[in-house]
């Protein structure tokens, strides 16, 4: 039984010396060095020293076995939020009941849109222009018949005229 207890109080003491600790306190050891660490009456227990403590294995196992949970988090709570402020930017809203909304599709259906919108503006400018044109057309043909008829009203004026003096240069 002596050697049990031995045992136990052997393997209690290596456990004790092994706990984790932590700090958020610098301590000031030998020649004005800072670490972090608590100060005890027996002495200075470092928490970044591994002789000293398991706080180091512990930090990293932590840190490795929830870094997965850790970018699904950031995911979904910081990135859909971006994303859905980005889309609600993009006068989309994304409540999430038809599945997540692509940034790529959203961006399709609204070149989509806008690409649609500039062919009609440019069929109604080229229905315009058109009309513009035909109404112009038309007052150049108008004005070109006018001028036409004048001439021809001028013409026979000027055919009368001359035929009234050819007559009266033979009465002389």
């Known amino acids: 039984c002596f050697w049990r207890s031995c045992w136990f109080w052997a393997r209690r003491k290596q456990w004790y010396?092994?706990?984790?600790?932590?700090?958020?306190?610098?301590?000031?050891?030998?020649?004005?060095?800072?670490?972090?660490?608590?100060?005890?009456?027996?002495?200075?227990?470092?928490?970044?020293?591994?002789?000293?403590?398991?706080?180091?294995?512990?930090?990293?196992?932590?840190i490795r076995t929830n870094m997965e949970d850790l970018?699904?988090?950031?995911?979904?709570?910081?990135?859909?939020?971006?994303?859905?402020?980005?889309?609600?930017?993009?006068?989309?809203?994304?409540?999430?009941?038809?599945?997540?909304?692509?940034?790529?599709?959203?961006?399709?259906?609204?070149?989509?849109?806008?690409?649609k919108e500039l062919k009609t503006i440019e069929n109604e400018m080229r229905s315009s222009y058109l009309?513009?044109?035909s109404r112009k057309d038309a007052e150049v043909k108008k004005k070109l018949n006018e001028m036409q008829v004048r001439y021809d009203n001028l013409r026979k004026n000027a055919n009368e005229e001359r035929e009234k003096l050819e007559e009266e240069k033979k009465k002389v």
């Open 17 to 62: 010396q092994r706990r984790v600790r932590g700090s958020r306190e610098d301590v000031k050891i030998g020649e004005g060095v800072l670490v972090r660490g608590r100060e005890y009456p027996w002495g200075v227990v470092e928490i970044e020293n591994e002789q000293h403590c398991d706080f180091v294995k512990l930090r990293e196992m932590l």
């Open 131 to 133: 009309q513009k044109v």
């Open 71 to 115: 970018r699904e988090v950031t995911h979904k709570r910081h990135y859909e939020m971006y994303r859905r402020g980005k889309l609600k930017q993009m006068g989309i809203a994304d409540d999430g009941a038809h599945g997540p909304v692509s940034l790529q599709e959203t961006y399709e259906q609204k070149r989509a849109e806008h690409l």
